[in-house]
Every structure is written in structure tokens, then in C-alpha cells.
């Protein structure tokens, strides 16, 4: 059976099907592990910022090692990568589950950010590779609506295993689904051999680069993320950003004279690699913050039930679920140019109107259709923009440039949230209120929503930068034709 699936005409579909698996796992952990923090602070006696460190650990480690992580597929093979990486992935799930204290959990939680990064990294590589250049954005845009949906089950499945079983469910749920994962991966995922990239005579790892980017990453994240609690202009936050200005410098260094490097810096010469990744980078940076900002002012300042807070943020998420599919296809069809400008001008136009309306008791309606703009921006950009990066790129590349856009939207988001918080609570602190998100209350209303609307209004000026950069980048009425997507060896699309 497994060899007619491997000569199928739709095998490009098994393919997909079998990393959407392990990507709806990975997205459902992620938000179900959210929902659990109070009980588990519960359990261990501890406080929030400490058991903080269960996500923070886990989103650290993937950045870091997302990169290393990708071009290591593209040198030893991508399925390696996939299945081993899924291997640690539910085996440190079950360490989490079993773990007697909060030190233990936070280790799991880092190991099993190191089997996330394998899987992220190779699984979008492998897609991509499997599907012609006339279909990467459908295949992109398909793989959007995956990590959709798992946004939208993650906490509502979460929050029923801790109610029901207690939060270790939570782990736990994740090791049947993940072996059956593996064990499929193993039998329909195909092997391959890369070779060298154009110029390259043969690929060695570049452990130079991994260290370099791995420092860099650490200090820029740790900083962006503890900026607002121990002050910017505090010695540490002063060390750290001068540790992240170094290791950055010494990889660019590095990675220019590397004869294999980890991520050619080379490639940013071409306009739709350097301008696309810029553009994803400022379309994230406006647009994360309203996900973690939003909660507080539906619960803290409307007052309403955190389960109806999870019910209106449902159709935001339903519309990538929707529409990342159909603005893939449209890429395929007619280029990326108008996709990715007009999906950045709507998601701006909402944040706009959101910071000229806003209100202590602005009608939820009003909100939700502005977040599903927002949203449907964000579906109208991504896959489009995705496509535009991967077309200008040797296949042999494919893992480490996939990797570098979602190590692109992970580092942005840390980035937006961290701008957005120290935007609002400035604003807080101004008008004579205790600078801190702990403090939003219905009494303090006013100076909340004040500091939310400046956020806003910064939110959507970033998004005007990357409409800029997504117009001078251009486009192509139609992506150049690739007839083997088998093949590891294609040269890279023309831009």
C-alpha cells in the first residue's frame, strides 16, 4: 500500500498531510500548555513569573535553534530531521507529565523546544519541496490554515483535559498522537539525499554560525522580553543588547568567509529575499501585540468571563483557517505583489480605526470585525510573502530559509509585545497610574485604553513600513514554472 501511495499522482498531498499532523500537534501543545499555567501554579506553590518560564524556555529554545536546525535537513536530509524531532518532541511530553516539580517541567518543556525546532524547520521544507513552484503558495497557504485551526482547538482542548484530568492530560495527550505521527512520517515521508547548493562544492555544518546565531538570538530575545520588568536602561538590559550587537556582527562575520555557511548572508542581495523577509518581520511587529493585548482590556476593563474572551477571539483565528488556502492559490495565479500590499493596508486600517474608537466601553461587535480585518490581513500577506522568499532560493536551501521565516515571526512577535507593553504602560505612568498591566482594572480604565490607542496607532505605523517595503520589492504576474518537484538540485527561481 505504501508503495501505490508513493507513486500516487497525489502523494504531494500524503506528504502534506502527514507534517500537518505534526504541525496541528505542535500548534495545539503550545495553546493547551497556555490554558494549563494556572493549575500548574497551583500545583507547585508557585508564582506566575516562575512557571512563565514552562513557555518561555520552550519559545527560547526553538528560536535559537530553528536555523541550525534547518540547515542541518538541508545537509543530512530533512526527513532525519522531521522524525527525530518528532521523537524528542513526545518523549519530552512525557517527561512533562511525569515531572515532580517545576524545574523538571521547565526542562521537559525546553527539551521538547528542541524537537519543535527539528520539526518546524524540516516539516514547511519538506511541503514546499514536494510541490511545484506553480503551487508553492497553495501548499503555503494550506499549511497556514493547519496552524490555524490549531490556534483555534488548542485552548478550547486544553482547557477540557485540565478540567476533566488535571493538567498533566495536557502532556500526556500529546504521546499516542505523537507516535502514531512518527510511525506515519517514517513509512510516507521520502528519504533525501541534498546536494551542494549553487557554488557550494560539498555541505558541511557550520557549528561557527550555529553558536554565533544561537548568542545572538538568546541576548536580543531575553533582552526584548525583561525590558519592561528590570527597566531599559538598566546595566543588564545594557549588557545584554550589547552581547546581542557582537554575536550578530560576529555571525555576519562568520558567515561571510564560512566555505559552507549556515545561512548565506549572500542571499539577502536579492530583492525578494531581503525585502520579503523585512516585510514579514514589520508585518508581524504590527500585528502580534493585539493577541496579547486584547485580553486584558475584554477582561480587565469590560469585565467579562475569560471562556467568552476565548469565544470572540474564535473568528479572528477561523478567518486564517479560511483563508490561507484561497490567498495561496491566488498567488499562484496572479503574483504576490497585490495579495501581500493590500493584506498589509487592511490590517492597518483596522489597528487606525481601532485607535480612533476605541473607548472604555467600546461595543464588542465592533471589535471582533476589527480583529477579523486584522486577521484577514494577515491571511492575505503571509503565504504570499512566504512564496515570493522561497521562489528566489536553490531547493537545497529550502529548510534554513523556511526556518528563517518563522524564526522571522517568532523574534517579532517577543519584539511587538515588548513595544506595545512599554508603549502602554509610558502612557499608564504618565497620567499618574501605576505603570504596569497588573494594575489594569475598570478604575484605571481610562489611562489603559489611552496607552492601548497610542499602541495602536504605533502598531499600525509599522505596518505602513512594511507596506513600503513590500511595494519597492515588486512582483510577477506569475511564478516562474518548476515541472520536478522532486528535484533537490533546481537552480533558484529567477526574481
Not at 501543545?29 to 513569573?49: K, M, N, T, Y
Not at 551542494?196 to 548568542?215: I, K, T, Y
Not at 490567498?327 to 493596508?345: A, H, Y
Not at 511595494?471 to 504576474?477: A, L, N, T, Y
Request: glycine residues 12%; charged residues 10%.
Amino acid at each position: 500500500m505504501i508503495s501505490r501511495i508513493k507513486t500516487s499522482p497525489n502523494f504531494k498531498w500524503w506528504i502534506f498531510s502527514t507534517i500537518a499532523i505534526g504541525t496541528f500537534l505542535s500548534v495545539i501543545d503550545h495553546g493547551s500548555v497556555q490554558v494549563a499555567l494556572p493549575s500548574i501554579e497551583r500545583h507547585f506553590g508557585a508564582d506566575l513569573p516562575t512557571v512563565q518560564w514552562i513557555v518561555v524556555g520552550y519559545a527560547l529554545a526553538i528560536s535559537v535553534l530553528i536555523l541550525p536546525m534547518g540547515r542541518l535537513g538541508d545537509i543530512i536530509g530533512r526527513k532525519q530531521v522531521y522524525v527525530a524531532g518528532m521523537v524528542i518532541f513526545v518523549a519530552a511530553a512525557g517527561l512533562a507529565g511525569l515531572s515532580p516539580n517545576l524545574g523538571s517541567l521547565i526542562t521537559a518543556k525546553i527539551f521538547q523546544g528542541v524537537g519543535s525546532a527539528m520539526v518546524q524547520s524540516a516539516g514547511i521544507a519538506m511541503v514546499v519541496s514536494s510541490f511545484p513552484g506553480t503551487e508553492r503558495g497553495k501548499a503555503l497557504g494550506t499549511h497556514l490554515s493547519v496552524v490555524g485551526a490549531g490556534a483555534v482547538a488548542g485552548p478550547a482542548i486544553g482547557g477540557l483535559l485540565v478540567s476533566v484530568f488535571g493538567w498533566q492530560a495536557v502532556f500526556f495527550a500529546n504521546v499516542p498522537i505523537g507516535i502514531f505521527t512518527i510511525i506515519i512520517s517514517a513509512m510516507v515521508l521520502p528519504l533525501d539525499k541534498p546536494e551542494p547548493a549553487e557554488g557550494e562544492a560539498r555541505q558541511r555544518f557550520d557549528w561557527g554560525g550555529a553558536v554565533f546565531s544561537g548568542l545572538a538570538l538568546l541576548a536580543f530575545l531575553l533582552v526584548v522580553g525583561n525590558g519592561n520588568e528590570l527597566g531599559w536602561k538598566s546595566g543588564v538590559m545594557v549588557s545584554g543588547a550589547a552581547a546581542a550587537v557582537i554575536a550578530g556582527v560576529a555571525f555576519v562575520w562568520w558567515e561571510l568567509r564560512s566555505p559552507s555557511p549556515m545561512l548565506d548572508i549572500r542571499l539577502f542581495k536579492r530583492k525578494l529575499v531581503s525585502l520579503g523577509v523585512a516585510a514579514g518581520w514589520f508585518s508581524f511587529l504590527g500585528s502580534s501585540a493585539s493577541r496579547f493585548m486584547m485580553p486584558f482590556y475584554l477582561q480587565r476593563v469590560l469585565e467579562m468571563e475569560p471562556w467568552k474572551v476565548g469565544l470572540l477571539l474564535i473568528p479572528p483565528a477561523l478567518c486564517m483557517v479560511v483563508l490561507g488556502p484561497i490567498t495561496g492559490r491566488l498567488s499562484d495565479r496572479f503574483g504576490w505583489q497585490g495579495l501581500t500590499v493590500g493584506g498589509l493596508s487592511l490590517s492597518a486600517a483596522a489597528w487606525f480605526v481601532m485607535a480612533t474608537t476605541l473607548t472604555e466601553s467600546s461595543p464588542v461587535l465592533l471589535i471582533v470585525i476589527l480583529l477579523m480585518c486584522q486577521s484577514t490581513g494577515t491571511a492575505l500577506f503571509n503565504s504570499p510573502n512566504n512564496s515570493s522568499i522561497l521562489s528566489a532560493v536553490d531547493r537545497a536551501q529550502y529548510g534554513v530559509v523556511s526556518a528563517l521565516t518563522q524564526l522571522v515571526r517568532n523574534s517579532a512577535n517577543v519584539t511587538s509585545i515588548a513595544i506595545a507593553t512599554t508603549v502602554v504602560v509610558a502612557t499608564m505612568g504618565a497620567r499618574g497610574v501605576e505603570p504596569s498591566l497588573d494594575a489594569v482594572s475598570p478604575a484605571v480604565a481610562d489611562a489603559f485604553v489611552a496607552g492601548l490607542r497610542w499602541a495602536f496607532w504605533m502598531m499600525g505605523g509599522l505596518l505602513l513600513v512594511g507596506i513600503s517595503l513590500a511595494v519597492m520589492r515588486g512582483g510577477r504576474p506569475k511564478p516562474a514554472q518548476e515541472t520536478r518537484p522532486e528535484s533537490i538540485t533546481a537552480g533558484p527561481a529567477s526574481e
